[in-house]
């Protein structure tokens, strides 16, 4: 009898220049966004496909069990049953694990979600002697999670139908080919303000925008940030990147502090540090910043800057951190077939 092999690959997390930040339909994003693919914060899985017909699910995150995700993974699997109904006569064995730390700011449920459809649609191509279907693995990945849909490819992606780009989807993210290669280098240096839990979940901050008395703006400007950015992304031009992140960051924010409830995610510390680099830049330093829906500051620079930016924070930014933490990441290639 064959032994039965475990699928196993990893896959990035990814952080987003213009922000997605309201859905509709099953997991169907109200504007395009666009993100890169980050490099050294990752999720390895490994899932074992067991053909007993008993639908069981073991999950071990770190090599215990979580029962507390378990709900998000049956519901993922509930919705994409319509497209792996071979899926309902297996149980499996997930086992994963993240290379950065819980509550970092740096999004799990991207590259586990990620991670995940790749071991689903990797197990599916072997069975029916098919190829791998990215876009299928970014689909799925989109329906566990919105952001984890642009973490099955390196470099930068685009999430969401826009007419510059052929084909686009709202279903499943697209590489972006033509990027400057300056930008394939920048650097991520994440400064962690606050290491506590989330304060506003995904699932409520989406669901914020329904009604919101700005969204209908807000999903404008967002399309028209898209339109912009694959242009600057194009041209290489960082200043003019800068720009655009940082006004899709606090118009991220700016949603949260204006919606019914309203939420103030920024520390006094996330603001210490935004303004620092806004003021560096002003004096001419090739340094800007975005932030997810939480306290941490992602500072984004061009990696011939690394050294000089890597002072300033030794020397300025990380009194503002948390016991003094941050990660160093910068775009990376995208997943990797853990198989061979
Ligand atoms: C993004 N975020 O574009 C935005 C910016 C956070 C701020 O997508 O409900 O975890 O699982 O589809 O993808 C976070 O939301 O939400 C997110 P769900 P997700 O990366």
Redesign the pocket.
Known sequence: MNEIKPEKWRAPS???L????G?HGV?LPMNP?I?FTLDKAYTETEVLFLPDGERNIDFLFEGKEKHGFLPKLQQFLVRIEPYCPWLSRYSLEISTSNSFPHSSGI?S??SGMAALSLCITAFEAKMEGTLHDLNKASTLA?L?????C?SLRGGFNLWGACPDVSPSSDEYAVNLAQVHPDFLELQDTILLVDKGEKKVS??L??KLMDGHPYAGQRFLQAKSNTSNLLKILKMGDFMALAELMEQEALA?HAMMMTSSPHFMLFMPSSIAIIRRVMELRAEGLHISFTV??GANIHLIYPKVFSTEIMEIVQHELLVYCHAGAYLCDRVGQGPIDLNT
């Open positions: 990814n952080i987003a213009v922000k997605y930040w859905k997991q966004s993100s999004a449920s991207a989109r566990g999670s919105g952001s984890a642009r995904s699932s901050g989406h991220l997810d829906a």
